[in-house]
């Protein structure tokens, strides 16, 4: 059995299964809080302890799924495409609503962070939170975070985006679907861009753009806070 959870091929597929699992408990329910990705990692996390297998094996075939953050993080320029004349249209909105997200992000995170005086790696693990995984973690470990953390960060601010965006809508009456997606896409990278798709094409596009536009700033502004 030890030669079977070592294999690759057993972390791949543990990983879809439960979040195969996920995604239906999370339509049968229709509740928001059933996040697939949620529910996955506590069924992923529940089948390591129960059969006592070490992460280390599961990771063999985990980290083969990360290779695939990237690409996926790249096609979102698909839906950004179809909506290039809006871009074009808006582009002084979408660039200072960017910039502002991604200084108001990083900025709560830094005063928090010192405010509960939190150690420098934990500091520089949790300022690039709202950006996608791969920019975030690259952020994180070029100036001496724990990248652990940064994920579970990123993942912990996603969900609750996708979770709490659409009744922020609604609660401030947010009608134009460019601010939406993009309010969307700067706090909660591409989890919440997958519920700014269900929102509308235009969010969706709107909330892929952020998180491209909010990664660059965020390199960038990471200069000077880290």
Known sequence: MSELFASPFFGISLSIIAFWLGTRIQKKTGLVACNPL?????????????????????????????????PATACLAVSIYTRVELLKKNWLPILVGCTVGSLTSMGSVYVLCRLFRLDE????????????????????????????????????????GSILAPLLI????????????????ACSHAIGTSRALQLGETEGA????????????????SMVLL
């Open 170 to 185: 609604r609660l401030f009456r947010v009608k134009d679907p460019v601010a939406a997606g993009l309010s969307i896409g």
């Open 206 to 221: 709107m909330s892929g753009l952020a998180i491209g536009v909010c990664g660059i700033l965020t390199v960038l502004f």
């Open 38 to 70: 949620i529910i996955a990692i506590v069924l992923v996390i529940g089948v390591l302890l129960v059969f006592r297998i070490p992460y280390e094996d599961y990771n063999q075939g985990g980290s083969l799924i990360n290779l695939f953050l990237a």
């Open 121 to 160: 790696a934990v500091t520089d693990s949790l300022i690039p939170k709202s950006v996608t995984t791969p920019i975030a973690v690259s952020i994180s470990g070029s100036h001496g975070g724990i990248q652990a953390i940064t994920v579970v960060a990123v993942i912990f601010t996603g969900i609750l």
